[in-house]
């Protein structure tokens, strides 16, 4: 007899490991059950959908159901609810949207890949016309026709995350005057605050209305279409259109409902191989809980790419292969008026909450490509790693360009658990228009390993106003005079040979520059001749971010 497998949702999880599973099983019978309209659709393009950056809905499609049976002999049923599943008699049950008729099918293998749905809290006025969410294709045109029909002008986007940004980015390139409104004080919530503040500054300047620290507490109409966002803080939106991106929960009501064990995150429990507490049944994609890579714990990370993997792994081991998913390192990237902000591994924020302390942060700011070379723009790069081995724990930079490859090549790095050792040694393509000879890489191994060598000690920006310490800015006088550190002497670079006596030997120094480079110099130099010195890294404009972000109390 064939062996039949059947997979519940046809999109990134389900699509990915029903086309795997042909490949390695010519025989099996492979059956795809969606609910939706659509099969393998890019949910990754519906923003730009909305923005009218990609104007054919069939761009959206990267496979119909007739692509799965001629190229690949597999059955997709679309409008097809799965509804239960009689783990007994290894069946499912399944209701055709279109007529209402509920019928059975044998399994031998079930993978689960029902994703996960968009959060809609039971606020008041939550059902009102013009509140959305965005998943499906169908969800992006009937964003798409309210804003046509009803002109709208302003929109609320609630959520400051990935996807509530793209929305942003789309919503003003349609001409729609946007607020968003984010609980926590920063957007991208995943990142570290001083890390999202670049970004940030960039939607202000693109008139965008950011409202952190603040969230909806309900909806109210008004006039006629429009509606009223109230919010926690007391303040009032108007809006001609309201999108929810308040994040996603696990499609765990078939699992459970099958009495399928349920993570303590709430996700599908399931171990290295894909496979649910039932030896029969795989579950993939959003819907699972999987392991964070670099803290060991449970976490929920709804991405495309772990999705199709785990897809593939799934499909590997029901067809007899030795396939083992290595876990999730979070590793994503979101672009706003021309900055992109990506993050891989942990941020400082996740390694707090997972009470990991061993830990240091070198920040930098180097250019993207040789700065001779015309169109170099700055990457603000941070880079994370255990102290006492240089083992590499996360990555963050925001940029304009090249901000994608140096993310990348970290996430491969941790991976392979690289240290910060591996990066000043890493052999990167170079060209005046792709990088420098030293790349961006390098020099985050490098400043990484000065510090565990010893060469230099960093002080992190929050402590700043210590007592007994002074606070040195080794910029030149211009600089200092056009901004500085509150509290700080200037001493320029230049200077510091001949001005020792200014410099206390009792006190701690601690150094600044722009970036961070000549504060390093400083710091060798001073440190040679006895002083007690640590570097503030990333220099003032690390300083700058921190303190917009709120890190740091101004003066
Ligand atoms: P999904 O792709 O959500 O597919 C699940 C499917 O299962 C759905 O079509 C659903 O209708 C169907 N289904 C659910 N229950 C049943 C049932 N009982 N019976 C039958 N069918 C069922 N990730 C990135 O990495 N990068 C991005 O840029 C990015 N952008 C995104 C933008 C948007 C607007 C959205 C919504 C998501 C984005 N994601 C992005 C996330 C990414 O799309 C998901 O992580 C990925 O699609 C998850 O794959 P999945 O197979 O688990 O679930």
Redesign the pocket.
Known sequence: MKNRILI???????ASCATRARRLDETAEIII????PHVSFA??G??YFVGDVIQQESNLTVATPQTFRERFDIEVRLL????AIDRERAEILVKELTSGRTYRERYDSLVL????A?VRPPLAGIDLPGVFT???IPDSKQIREWIERKNAKTAVVAGGG??GL?MVENLVQRGLQVTVLEMQNQVLPPMDPEMAEPLQRRLRERGVNLALGDGVLAFEPSGQDGIVVRTSKGARHKAGIVILGIG?RP?T??ARGAGLEIGPRGGIRVDSQMRTSDSKIWA????VEVTDYVTGQAALV??????TRQ?RVAADVICGRVSVFRGVQGT?I?SVFGLAAAITGASEKSLRRAGISDYEAVYLHPGQHAAFFPGASAIYLKLIFRRNDGRILGAQACGEDGVDKRIDVIATAIQKQGTVFDLEEAELCYAPQFGAAKDPINMAGMIAGNVMRGDVQNATWTSLSSNGVTVVDVRDREEFEMGHVPGATNIPLAEVRGRLSELPTERELRLYCGVGQRAYYASRLLKQRGYRVQNLSGGYRTFLSCRDSGMIESD
């Open positions: 519940v949702g046809g999109v990134a999880g389900g059950f969606e609910k939706g949910n990754c519906l923003p097809s609810e799965v509804v890949s029902p994703g996960a968009p965005l998943r499906s990935f996807i793209e996603v499609e009501g078939l993939v994609g959003d819907a709804p991405l495309a790419g772990p999705a897809g994503a979101c």
